[in-house]
């Protein structure tokens, strides 16, 4: 059974940045690959980015692809969302799945295991 837990949001002015951790326990880390999502009241939630087990190979989104990027460190357990020119439309919270599929899958239901999410809210 893995466990994921974010952290790293918070409030930030438009135009800045910030580094969302995605961090994982109970579970063979290598074994998943992990993508990042992000839900706002009364929207879907949308698929953001995508990282391989590996780490060899990413995914970002269209809509946020230049300003977010992905990495991992499976020493380390984690995954991070580097988002940059955060606008305030960024504002959600924002999660972390597991999946022990490989490619990218853009449906959040259709990872193992998600995180409890964290906040970012960006003002103008």
């Known amino acids: 059974q893995m466990h994921l837990a974010e952290s790293g949001g918070g409030l930030v002015q438009s135009g800045g940045s910030l580094r969302l951790s995605c961090a994982a326990s109970?579970?063979?880390?290598?074994?998943?690959?992990v993508g990042w999502f992000r839900q706002t009241p009364g929207k879907e939630r949308e698929f953001l980015a995508h990282?391989?087990?590996?780490?060899?190979?990413?995914y970002v989104a269209e809509s946020v692809y230049g300003r977010f990027s992905i990495s991992r460190d499976n020493a380390r357990n984690t995954v991070w969302l580097l988002m940059n020119n955060l606008e305030p439309e960024d504002t959600a919270v924002y999660y972390c799945?597991?999946?022990?599929?490989?490619?990218?899958?853009?449906?959040?239901?259709?990872?193992?295991?998600w995180g409890r999410g964290t906040q970012v809210t960006v003002s103008s």
């Open positions: 109970g579970g063979t880390f290598t074994q998943y690959a």
């Open positions: 799945a597991a999946d022990v599929t490989p490619w990218p899958r853009l449906d959040f239901d259709a990872y193992d295991y």
């Open positions: 990282v391989w087990r590996s780490g060899s190979s990413t």
